[in-house]
């Protein structure tokens, strides 16, 4: 139910996007420290090797699970690092446990409020539980329409074979309209925000207007030759920007 990666004292866990699953980080994890850190990947209900485990697939309960989690790993403090609606994810968990979270990495993260959905996106979007034509053209789009059709492929084979449609279709309803900003803004947790250059959607004027205005600690940066999946389109420099925040 959840992948561990490394045995160091800083303890890390990863929580995937919309998309993914915990074990789908792409190389990422083959770069990490695992001497410096322990990092844990869970799969969120309706996920993975979670997948045929029901449950109401809410944030609140992503933060309950992982909470729990932790507890049971001994784990009394730790980081996060969200993708994605990891992301949002991620602030949920700092908004019911602040004093646990160490810091916090959001990469193409969905902010607390929510994302400024128009009708015709909230109708894409909407339709990709249901169809996997929609969830292509989505990480399409979100890449800057510059990686291979091999590449997609293999990410909506991913998504549709490791998430049920009911759990895929209610996540997005949680992290789509998120309203929880009140409960974290001032937070004086660090907070580093990575967004790939290439994605249209989570880009450096939404994060200025929310992460950026959220946290009084927070940085941005904008990763080159990425979109919206850095752990696929540049690993190796994702891990380094990664680690050398969450370094003391």
Known sequence: MVTLHGSGEHKVIALHGWFGSGDEWGSLPRYLDGTAFQYAFPDYRGYGARKDEPGEYTLAEISADVLALADELGWDTFSLVGHSMGGVAAQRILADAPDR????????????????????????????ADSPANR?????????????????????????????????????????RADFADEIAGSPVPVKVIVGEHDPAVAPALMEATFLAHYPNAELCAMSNAGHYPMHETPVQLATMVENFLTP
């Open 101 to 128: 979270v160490r810091k916090l990495v959001g990469v193409a993260p969905i902010p607390a409020n929510g994302f400024p959905f128009d009708e015709a996106g909230w109708a894409l979007f909407s339709g990709a």
């Open 136 to 176: 292509r053209i989505i990480i399409d789009f979100t890449t800057g329409n510059r990686n291979t059709d091999t590449w997609l492929d293999a990410m909506v084979a991913h998504s549709v074979a490791s998430s049920t449609r009911d759990a895929f279709a209610a996540y997005l309803a949680e992290w789509g």
